[in-house]
């Protein structure tokens, strides 16, 4: 097992609950996050920046 730590920018969703859906979903793509949190938000451009760390296997 691998730990990374990635960042991703993820477009702001219309409830609290759709970006939570949403995040955890660009982060599955990456490994199976450990944690995760939002680090900034962009209004301007309807973004936010996410900071996590995901594990994969290491195959």
Do not use: C, N, Y
């Amino acid at each position: 097992m691998t730990t990374h730590f990635i960042t991703a920018e993820i477009d702001i969703q219309e409830t609290p609950t759709e970006l939570q859906k949403e995040i955890e979903a660009e982060l599955k793509k990456q490994g199976e996050p450990l944690r995760w949190a939002i680090t900034s938000v962009d209004e301007a451009q309807q973004k936010v920046a996410v900071e996590a760390v995901v594990t994969t296997s290491a195959e």
